[in-house]
């Protein structure tokens, strides 16, 4: 059973910063590859950050140098700090396995909406 709740999300100005957080129940959370993706209105839910067992990381071009995405292992948890936001981050974010086929993951969180002014 997979569970993932999503927080931290809000509306910000361009430039600003917010941290997002994803409390995981996944089993064998410790080695597996976690990722936050997101989906913004009329397009298709995207990769945006990934973070390997080991802590090798991988980010879309993007989002490449001002988001940063780590993980507590202990606590099961992912996060996201993101900087220097820009009104095309605006979108639901979502935690959940790392996966290159997004249509294969069945189950999600409700997301966390962020919303960046102009």
């Known amino acids: 059973q997979v569970q993932l709740v999503e927080s931290g999300g809000g509306l910000v100005q361009a430039g600003g910063s917010l941290r997002l957080s994803c409390s995981a129940s996944?089993?064998?959370?410790?080695?597996?590859?976690m990722a936050w993706y997101r989906q913004a209105p009329g397009k298709q839910r995207e990769l945006v950050a990934g973070i390997a067992q080991g802590g090798i990381t991988k980010y879309s071009d993007s989002v490449k140098g001002r988001f940063i995405i780590s993980r507590d292992n202990a606590k099961k948890m992912v996060y996201l700090q993101m900087n220097m936001l820009r009104p095309e981050d605006t979108a639901v974010y979502y935690c959940?396995?790392?996966?290159?086929?997004?249509?294969?993951?069945?189950?999600w969180g409700q997301g966390t909406q962020v919303t960046v002014s102009s």
């Open positions: 996944v089993i064998l959370f410790s080695i597996r590859a």
């Open positions: 959940n396995v790392q996966s290159d086929e997004i249509a294969t993951l069945r189950t």
